[in-house]
């Protein structure tokens, strides 16, 4: 059994067009686990609130003869570890500080959201 204002994804009660009859789905707030690596034009952020429904400007649903045929990917990061070099290299490209030893320097990339 559903749970009450949760997600479905049975088939008899999702709707993938505009309108018609839809049962009650709640907005969520977005956290940092919420997001891959995948960035685009479209992408939410931190603490923005997914809603579960059409709303006015959204882009079409995927039926939709409008819509994209394909995902228009903007940045796809590579998630290797850095060495302490890459690291130095990477803050001081930045204006940031690059001394330390590897546990500051990734926690100043981290900071600096790069």
Avoid: W
């Amino acid at each position: 059994k559903d749970r009450v204002g949760g997600l479905s994804t049975v088939s008899s009660i999702m709707n993938l067009n505009y309108g018609g009859a839809q049962r009650f789905m709640r907005d969520t707030e977005l956290t940092e686990g919420c997001f891959g690596i995948i960035f685009h034009a479209q992408r939410k952020k931190v603490k923005d609130v997914q809603k579960m429904t059409f709303e006015e400007g959204d882009p079409p649903p995927i039926t939709d003869k409008d819509c994209p045929k394909y995902d228009q990917a903007l940045e796809v990061f590579d998630e290797k570890p850095m060495n302490v070099a890459e690291l130095k290299v990477t803050l001081e490209r930045n204006d940031l500080n690059g001394n330390g030893d590897k546990k500051r320097l990734v926690k100043r990339c981290k900071a600096a959201k790069i």
